[in-house]
């Protein structure tokens, strides 16, 4: 080692046998040192930044300059405002330990979730609904794409129509990853709220899924409702299946094109996935394989404490229905009675859900007399009960026990949901067998897409068709459904 603390090495010798020597290596300065760790300082706080931004749910970028407003005055928190979350590491960024560990849990989870829905395929337990119903989507949507298809021009209009709006949607993303202000191409539904949250507007990235998701959605529907060549039912068909795919396909499902759920899952270390696929593992184990969605703690009610909670007896029972009448709560009551048909699909308490929200108590009160069609839960049993025996066991049944309790033939019947879709059927049937002569009854209809669930109920009754003229009756009855909505004072009268 010289003087300038460079050390010499030895020379070596090459294969000829002339010695050669070995290159000296510098050592490195102080300064240089010290620059490489300042560089790496400035790279590691530049790091947890954008960790703590992300947490923070604020976008790592910056589009506009927010205007300046003066600081807030503190104030002490409510009783009811939540606790501020604790950092899950350090500057803000999350504890990836324990995110590892609970990703690792929530694989292993998920391939026991997997394996729970595979056992009714390998138990041959499962039926062939749900083929028949993709068989349907396939067959439907492969018609609106044979529409468009089958013409070189339909075709290049639908081509054009969705490729200049997206890329009328990635030059404005440019625009605004470049920091310029652009307003939005496709603007924000106020009414839809699974993009309310600031960040779908604040960051360009989620921004563009948002209205990419929102172009592909509009584009495919007009297809549907501009295929002429086909029939306005199978053009129907088609709009609400493609509603149902969009939706499934929505960036707001997925954990990367979601804000909200990303900033979730940092900031709880993953911990809020680990509860989704625990509930997921309850409601398959509840349906016995097959996904039973539940969207309320069920343990919570108790029929006759805080819901059903009407006074009423069940008066008549066969095997599909209990008939209740509810126990009069005036001095004297109206003279003809009230018939209500909910759906088989609810039970009977959707119209007496607790006394600020009972149908059957407003009734009761106001001097009528009010009679409850409560539909047995299907089981094995039933397997050979078809539309006309809810016709002859349910609502039949349910005017001779009426009659017999009060001795009289006139009726008001209400029917709800699909129950209006049944008692319409049935007085279709009985006027056509001349069973009985009626004026009308009253009907609550299913909501905005009962134009659609009408189509789609009139399919059903044709596939079911014997023979013996039921599908007719039962398009009669869905008819004078769809009529009845005007009509408010009406009566149903056995002969």
């Known amino acids: 080692m010289d003087q300038n603390g460079i050390t010499e090495s030895p020379a070596l010798e090459d294969d000829s046998g002339r010695k050669k020597k070995k290159k000296k290596k510098k050592k490195p300065s102080q300064e240089k040192v010290l620059r490489k760790e300042r560089k790496a300082a ?25 205007r300046a407003t003066p600081a807030a005055a503190p104030r002490e928190p409510s009783a009811t405002e939540p606790a501020p979350q604790k950092e899950t590491g350090k500057n803000g960024t999350p504890d990836f330990d324990k995110l590892a560990a609970n990703v690792a849990e929530l694989l292993g989870q998920s391939g026991k979730i997997f394996a729970s829905y595979l056992q009714p395929f390998e138990a041959a337990e499962t039926r062939q609904g749900a ?44 625009r605004r990853f470049s920091g310029q202000p652009e307003p939005p191409v496709v603007p924000r539904d106020p009414a839809d709220k699974r993009f309310a949250a ?20 509009a584009w495919a529907d007009d297809l549907a ?60 184990e509840a349906g016995k394989g097959t996904l039973k969605i539940r969207q309320t703690d069920i343990s919570k009610f108790q029929l006759g404490v805080n819901m059903a909670a009407t006074p009423g007896k069940v008066i008549f029972r066969n095997d599909l229905i209990e008939l209740i009448q509810y126990a009069p709560s005036t001095e004297t009551v109206c003279k003809r009675p009230l ?47 078809d539309w006309s025996a809810y016709m002859r066991e349910g609502i039949f049944a349910a ?3 009426i009659e017999k309790a009060t001795g009289e033939r006139d009726v008001n019947a209400i029917g709800y949901c699909v129950g209006g879709t049944l008692l319409s059927a049935t007085l279709a049937d009985m006027a056509e067998t001349g069973d009985a002569a009626y004026r ?16 789609i109920a009139i399919g059903l009754a044709r596939s079911l068709d014997e023979g013996d003229g039921l599908s007719r009756r039962i398009e009669d009855g869905l008819g004078f459904q769809h009529a009845a909505a005007e009509r408010s004072h009406l009566v149903l009268r056995r002969e």
Request: hydrophobic share 40%; net charge positive; charged share 25%.
């Open 339 to 385: 018939l209500i048909v909910p759906p088989w699909i609810n039970k009977f308490y959707i119209l007496d859900l607790n006394p600020d929200k009972s149908f059957v108590r407003w009734a009761v009160s106001q001097g009528i007399t009010v009679f409850m069609v409560s539909w047995v839960n299907a089981e094995a049993r039933h397997r050979d009960k």
């Open 131 to 174: 083929s028949n119903e993709l068989t349907s989507v396939v067959r439907t949507l492969g018609r609106v794409a044979e529409h468009w298809l089958s013409d070189p021009a339909r075709t290049l209009e639908a081509q054009g129509a969705l490729s200049s709006n997206f890329l009328g949607l990635w030059a404005q993303t440019l």
């Open 225 to 284: 409702a501009r295929a002429e060549s086909l029939d306005p039912h199978t053009r129907d068909k088609a709009r609400f299946y493609l509603r149902q795919i969009s939706s499934a396909l929505s960036p707001s499902n997925f954990i990367v094109t979601n804000p909200e759920l990303l900033h979730e899952t940092l900031a709880s270390n993953a911990e809020n996935l680990l509860r989704g696929i625990s509930l997921l593992g309850e409601d398959l």
């Open 42 to 66: 400035k790279l590691i706080k530049k790091n947890n930044k954008l960790f703590a931004e992300l947490k923070n749910g604020t976008p790592a970028f910056k589009v506009e300059e927010p």
């Open 198 to 217: 600031p960040q779908w507007q604040n960051s360009p990235f989620f921004d563009f899924f948002r209205q990419a998701h929102a172009i592909a959605t």
């Open 399 to 401: 005017l001779d026990a």
């Open 440 to 455: 009308a009854c009253r009907l609550h209809r299913c909501g905005r897409s009962e134009s659609l669930r009408r189509r």
